[in-house]
């Protein structure tokens, strides 16, 4: 047999499961992943993604102070990624079979970030930089977790991960333009 019959799928029984326990939707017989497990992490994904939205929401409400303006634009703008983000994981929890929690009731011990309003604009900037060194953390372990055995969750986390990491670096872009010193070696 050569490495061209190896990969060949075997066309029958490929239609045959794909028949089979249908009201699984997206989940095949192929998903290698705990399924519950993947949707517990992502419930905390969610909330996360919640509490972000709304913090930045807030404190683009709240921004005052010289130079605010583009500081608060920018909090708009990561409030509608992280809006982004949510979706994109409420989503994939109902693929999963999962009903996606939004209920505000606990919402802030699902979150692996908090809900924190600083007092002025730096505070402001540092609590979102926290945040999005919070998410990049736990979204970095939920990769690794799902890896091989969920591929879809893994480039969904990937590609929120790369935003997140952006995030972050904004955050600190603008506390350096802010508070006048780079916090990071050059």
Same mark, same amino acid.
Do not use: W
């Given at each position: ?65 010289? $130079?605010?303006? /583009? =500081? ?7 409030? !509608? +990624?992280?809006?982004?983000?949510? %979706? ?24 692996? $970030?908090?809900? /924190? =309003? ?7 900037? !540092? +609590?979102?930089?926290?945040?999005? %060194? ?53």
């Amino acid at each position: 047999m050569d490495n061209k019959q190896l990969f060949l799928t075997d066309v029958q029984g490929l239609r045959s499961r794909a028949r089979a326990s249908i009201e699984k939707g997206a989940i095949s017989p192929g998903y290698q992943g705990d399924i519950q497990q993947t949707i517990d992490i992502l419930q905390t994904v969610l909330a996360t993604e919640i509490v972000c939205v709304l913090r930045y929401t807030m404190n683009a409400v709240a921004a005052t102070g010289i $130079s605010s303006d /583009s =500081v608060r634009e920018e909090f708009d703008q990561h409030a !509608k +990624e992280e809006q982004q983000h949510m %979706r994109a994981v409420a989503e994939r929890i109902n693929q999963l079979g999962g009903t996606p929690n939004f209920n505000p009731e606990g919402l802030g011990t699902r979150s692996a $970030s908090q809900y /924190s =309003v600083g007092a002025n604009l730096v505070e402001m900037i !540092k +609590e979102n930089l926290i945040a999005e %060194r919070i998410a990049c953390e736990h979204y970095r372990e939920l990769i690794r977790y799902v890896g091989d055995k969920d591929p879809t969750t893994r480039v969904m986390m990937e590609g929120i991960l790369t935003k997140e990491e952006e995030h972050a670096n904004d955050m600190h872009d603008l506390l350096v333009a802010h508070e006048g010193q780079p916090m990071l070696a050059s």
